[in-house]
């Protein structure tokens, strides 16, 4: 990875942004409207990495603290994180909700023509692993004894969009990404989230 790119990598997780992985639900999946449930979230620890301590801990999530406004708000649904223009948006998130301990999501992908391939492959079950990017709002480390992980609580976080994400940090966890290093897509995470942040902006004036 080229140190420009590490540096924005940085600055994207000391923003306080980040990237979960989700789950599709195949049996939700209406071809007429192109939508399709998936699991987003199930609260389990996330293994993360700290850029200004060079130290991994676990993330987190208190259940009390999500706020779904952005989702239930339309938020984008993208390919890897890339949203630099109207075209990179797939589609919607319709709806948001948590279900005893999952975190729930409609989408609904667009029915131009580009995004017929996409759609085929998630008919298909060809493509299954999806992303998220979610904004911790605040965040307080807690106690430990000597030898154990630190543990960084979100007590209060924001999802603000939900990818199709190809290659996931681990595929043996469909629910989030478990990986501390950057991977290939580290770089559409940072401008993805850049780009939603001045759209977030001009809406708010």
């Not at 620890?45 to 200004?52: E, H, I, S």
């Not at 924001?158 to 629910?175: C, G, H, M, Q, Y």
């Amino acid at each position: 990875m080229k140190p420009e790119n590490t540096d924005k990598l940085r600055q994207y997780f000391e923003s306080g942004r980040d990237a979960l992985a989700a789950q599709i639900t195949p049996e939700t999946m209406d071809d007429s409207a192109r939508t399709v449930d998936v699991v987003w979230f199930t609260g389990i620890d996330v293994a993360r990495y700290d850029w200004r301590n060079d130290e991994e801990y676990l993330r987190r999530f208190d259940p009390k603290g999500v706020d779904l406004s952005l989702l239930n708000n339309g938020a984008p649904v993208a390919d890897n994180h890339w949203i630099m223009c109207a075209a990179d948006q797939m589609g919607r998130v319709d709806k948001a909700w948590v279900d005893g301990t999952n975190y729930m999501g409609t989408l609904r992908f667009s029915k131009r023509t580009e995004v017929d391939g996409l759609w085929q492959d998630i008919k298909d079950k060809i493509v299954t692993k999806f992303s998220m990017g979610v904004e911790i709002l605040d965040s307080t480390d807690l106690a430990r004894k000597q030898g154990d992980p630190l543990v960084k609580l979100a007590t209060k976080w924001r999802p603000f969009e939900i990818s199709v994400a190809p290659l996931p940090a681990d595929f043996n966890t469909t629910t989030l990404s478990r990986s501390p290093r950057p991977q290939p897509n580290s770089n559409a995470l940072v401008m993805g989230a850049n780009r939603l942040r001045e759209i977030e902006a001009l809406r708010l004036r």
